[in-house]
T-cell receptor
Framework: GQSLEQPSEVTAVEGAIVQINCTYQ??????LSWYQQHDGGAPTFLSY????GLEETGRFSSFLSRSDSYGYLLLQELQMKDSASYFC????????????FGAGTRLFVKA | SQTIHQWPATLVQPVGSPLSLECTVE??????LYWYRQAAGRGLQLLFY??????ISSEVPQNLSASRPQDRQFILSSKKLLLSDSGFYLC????????????FGSGTQLSVL
């Protein structure tokens, strides 16, 4: 089966940098993605890593190490609006279409 | 541009009643489609996914079923709802060779009483 582990909560101050880690176990791994979800809303896509290394999109970066079954999401210059839940998800199975989500990390950004 | 429609936004149903949630996608052909359920404060549980008409992969539920009667339509059903079926149901479509990027509908909050 598949399993993903990420911290349940992280707190940081405005303007700081925060890193949310994700470790996974799965067969037929294709890639790791990250989603943001605000309370009451639907998840929105942030980033995807199919290969080892760092992907940067504005204030957000994501990293993957396939050999370590590990990835992280890095959020820089934190803003209050970044307070949300962040989910890592793995694409696996035949064709990689099976997308399994972690339990999520609740990020609290304080002034 | 692509859009995904999911309805209704809120639904209150008695135990034992049937369920039908519908999701449609516009602006793309042959999308990979997904149904997830989310309990309050929890992660997303994959229920079903489909890579084509009539092709449904079931991940978990014993009390739910899914159908894909048309290319861009995905339906979640139940013949008799249980209390444990309550939750936030999300439909999504996948973009990319392996659905690397999922786009979600606005969700249906289902309360079974």
């Amino acid at each position: 089966g598949q399993s993903l582990e990420q911290p349940s909560e992280v707190t940081a101050v405005e303007g700081a940098i925060v890193q949310i880690n994700c470790t996974y176990q799965t067969s037929g791994f294709y890639g790791l993605s990250w989603y943001q979800q605000h309370d009451g809303g639907a998840p929105t896509f942030l980033s995807y890593n199919g290969l080892d290394g760092l992907e940067e999109t504005g204030r957000f970066s994501s990293f993957l190490s396939r050999s370590d079954s590990y990835g992280y999401l890095l959020l820089q210059e934190l803003q209050m609006k970044d307070s949300a839940s962040y989910f890592c998800a793995v694409n696996s199975g035949t064709g990689g279409f099976k997308t399994i989500f972690g339990a999520g990390t609740r990020l609290f950004v304080k002034a | 541009s692509q859009t995904i429609h999911q309805w209704p936004a809120t639904l209150v149903q008695p135990v034992g009643s049937p369920l039908s949630l519908e999701c449609t996608v516009e602006g793309t052909s042959n999308p990979n489609l997904y149904w997830y359920r989310q309990a309050a404060g929890r992660g997303l549980q994959l229920l079903f996914y489909s890579v084509g008409i009539g092709q449904i992969s079931s991940e978990v539920p014993q009390n739910l079923s899914a159908s894909r009667p048309q290319d861009r339509q995905f339906i979640l059903s139940s013949k008799k709802l249980l209390l444990s079926d309550s939750g936030f149901y999300l439909c999504a479509w996948g973009q990319g060779r392996a659905s690397e990027k999922l786009f979600f509908g606005s969700g249906t909050q289902l309360s079974v009483l």
